[in-house]
């Protein structure tokens, strides 16, 4: 069955950095765009960042840009959120995402949805 699996979340000091790790199984995931999203406790869901297939073309949250980098590993089926930098503000859940189809309608616009989703990671940025 599809499953995505995150790691790497923990308890960092501002400034501090970290790596989360998405690994998936189950699906086409050399085919499938990979999304990191993230969650604070009483606030919405928000796309950090967004990786195309194939191609890698990426984008970012205005508030990670220049921090967070997302890269993938397709003879790994895993996707990384390398986080530098980091603010107590990025405190929250991290969740990793796969869809497929337009990278620009799912990714850019967000006008679709990713179909599968992991569990979540948990990453707390406190000195």
């Known amino acids: 069955q599809v499953q995505l699996v995150e790691s790497g979340g923990g308890l960092v000091q501002p400034g501090g950095s970290l790596r989360l790790s998405c690994s998936a199984s189950?699906?086409?995931?050399?085919?499938?765009?990979i999304a990191w999203f993230r969650q604070a406790p009483g606030k919405a869901r928000e796309k950090v960042s967004c990786?195309?297939?194939?191609?890698?073309?990426?984008n970012y949250g205005t508030s990670v840009e220049g921090r967070f980098t997302i890269s993938r590993d397709d003879a790994k089926n895993t996707a990384y959120l390398q986080m530098n930098d980091l603010k107590p503000e990025d405190t929250g859940t991290y969740y990793c995402?796969?869809?497929?189809?337009?990278?620009?309608?799912?990714?850019?616009?967000?006008?679709?949805?990713?179909?599968?989703w992991g569990r979540g990671t948990q990453v707390t940025v406190s000195a």
């Open positions: 189950g699906f086409d995931f050399k085919a499938s765009h």
């Open positions: 995402a796969a869809g497929g189809g337009s990278f620009f309608t799912l990714c850019i616009i967000a006008s679709t949805q990713f179909n599968s």
């Open positions: 990786i195309e297939s194939v191609i890698g073309t990426s």
